[in-house]
Antibody, heavy 126, light 113 residues
Framework: QVQLVQSGAEVKKPGSSLTVSCKASGGTFSSYDFSWVRQAPGQGLEWMGMISPISGTTTYAQKFQGRLTITADESTTTTYMYLSSLRSEDTAVYFC???????????????????WGQGTLVTVSS | DIVMTQSPDSLAVSLGERATINCKSSQSVFSSSHNKNYLAWYQQKPGQPPKLLIYWASTRESGVPDRFSGSGSGTDFTLTISSLQAEDVAVYYCQQYYNTPLAFGPGTKVEIK
């Protein structure tokens, strides 16, 4: 079965950078797009960006342009989320998520996220 | 960017009664080429990641109880829980995946009355 296991909780200083990993097992890694979604304390879900491992193509929400980098390593079936210039407002739980369907399912550009990691709590505080 | 809204923000329903959540997108999420609405519903319980319940606006994910149903097209959608159970207490989010940035609604909290 599909499983996404994320790296552990982090405490960061303002201005520093963050890397969160997400190791996928089950299914063919390169056949599915991966998204990163965050959730600030007591708030809703915010889509940050996504990567298509087979092509390396990334798409980022405008809000995170210039600060966010998402990568994927097919050899280790791991996707990474790198966020720089951290501020207190970046305090949140960060989730990785895999698409429900493979990219070739029906030629749609995008799909819902059917599998989620457990979440990584990131606290940004001086 | 497509903006998603939901109503109500929260609702309290008696056990066994119907719960209805509405979701609206700022532009149509229907694809005529695929004849599908690019709209999903998720359930999130405290301390857990979201769980996909429904996609293509009305297709129930495998293993999801049939008391959950989705309907609507274009810009207006509804999630219905036909007979609320205690384990359905959660926050429910709609999401459009018609284009990027993918976007979630603000969520609707469902509680027991």
């Amino acid at each position: 079965q599909v499983q996404l296991v994320q790296s552990g909780a982090e405490v960061k200083k303002p201005g520093s950078s963050l890397t969160v990993s997400c190791k996928a097992s089950g299914g063919t890694f390169s056949s599915y797009d991966f998204s990163w979604v965050r959730q600030a304390p007591g708030q809703g879900l915010e889509w940050m960006g996504m990567i298509s491992p087979i092509s390396g193509t990334t798409t980022y929400a405008q809000k995170f342009q210039g600060r966010l980098t998402i990568t994927a390593d097919e050899s280790t079936t791991t996707t990474y989320m790198y966020l720089s210039s951290l501020r207190s407002e970046d305090t949140a739980v960060y989730f990785c998520a895999r698409d429900q369907f493979a990219y070739y399912y029906d030629s749609s550009d995008y799909y819902p996220q059917g599998f989620w990691g457990q979440g990584t709590l990131v606290t940004v505080s001086s | 960017d497509i903006v998603m809204t939901q109503s109500p923000d929260s609702l309290a329903v008696s056990l066994g009664e119907r719960a209805t959540i509405n979701c609206k997108s700022s532009q149509s999420v229907f694809s005529s080429s695929h004849n599908k609405n690019y709209l999903a519903w998720y359930q999130q319980k405290p301390g857990q990641p979201p769980k996909l319940l429904i996609y293509w606006a009305s297709t129930r994910e495998s293993g999801v109880p049939d008391r959950f149903s989705g309907s609507g097209s274009g810009t207006d959608f509804t999630l219905t829980i036909s007979s609320l159970q205690a384990e359905d207490v959660a926050v429910y989010y709609c999401q459009q995946y018609y284009n990027t940035p993918l976007a979630f609604g603000p969520g609707t909290k469902v509680e027991i009355k």
